[in-house]
């Protein structure tokens, strides 16, 4: 079925960088824009970034602006978030989700299972 | 705090019917189509609404959606033990050039 799976979270302390990729399979990447949702512990969903199908269009969530860049690479069927500068407010799990409806941005229909970032000393 | 606001908490008897506000405003809701998500703790969060009151295939027709004005609603009936869990809506909001989410409810099914 449909699949995307998230990799690269860990621990990391304040001030430095992670990676996180997701692997789609499944389905025609390319066809897709794809967004980055995370949730802190006990707290509710997030709205990170997003991008067109063809890379040509983003979008960041103030509080991840300037720190953080999505990219895809579609040959390989991956979307990736490079994460800068991070916080303890970062702590949480990312979640790789694929937007079904080109023109209503906040229809996400395919969710990964999230990988965790936490942000501590 | 969340740009879209819904009670914290809801809670119903299995079989009752139950409804989840999501209010907002005119970069927002008023002007956006609206889609509601169901998130079990520990598991992807599921779509169940999209354009304010379409249900994607397989959702059954006891979750429906209205939008009226800046706010809107989640009504979910024939309420089951399986149906506890968060309840989150989203929304483009056209001033701030993001995606934004309400808090999340946690419904109880008693």
């Known amino acids: 079925q449909v699949q995307l799976v998230e990799s690269g979270g860990g621990l990391v302390k304040p001030g430095g960088s992670l990676r996180l990729s997701c692997a789609a399979s499944?389905?025609?990447?390319?066809?897709?824009?794809m967004s980055w949702i995370r949730q802190a512990p006990g707290k509710g969903l997030e709205w990170v970034s997003y991008?067109?199908?063809?890379?040509?269009?983003?979008y960041y969530a103030d509080s991840v602006k300037g720190r953080v860049t999505i990219s895809r690479d579609n040959a390989k069927n991956s979307l990736y978030l490079q994460m800068n500068s991070l916080r303890a407010e970062d702590t949480a799990v990312y979640y790789c989700?694929?937007?079904?409806?080109?023109?209503?941005?906040?229809?996400?229909?395919?969710w990964g299972q999230g990988t965790m970032v936490t942000v501590s000393s | 705090q969340s740009v879209l606001t819904q009670p914290p908490s809801v809670s119903a008897a299995p079989g009752q019917k139950v409804t989840i506000s999501c209010s907002g405003s005119?970069?927002?809701?008023?002007?956006?189509?609206v889609s509601w998500y169901r998130h079990l703790p520990g598991t992807a969060p599921k779509l169940l609404i999209y354009?304010?009151?379409k249900r994607p295939s397989g959702i059954p027709d006891r979750f429906s959606g209205s939008k009226s004005g800046t706010s809107a609603t989640l009504g979910i009936t024939g309420l089951q033990t399986g149906d506890e869990a968060d309840y989150y809506c989203?929304?483009?909001?056209?001033?701030?050039?993001?995606?934004?989410f309400g808090g999340g409810t946690k419904l109880t099914v008693l």
């Open positions: 989700v694929r937007m079904w409806r080109l023109h209503d941005p906040a229809v996400f229909d395919i």
């Open positions: 499944r389905f025609t990447f390319s066809d897709y824009y």
């Open positions: 991008i067109s199908s063809r890379g040509s269009t983003i």
């Open positions: 005119s970069s927002n809701i008023g002007n956006n189509y």
């Open positions: 354009e304010n009151n």
């Open positions: 989203g929304t483009w909001d056209s001033s701030l050039s993001a995606v934004v």
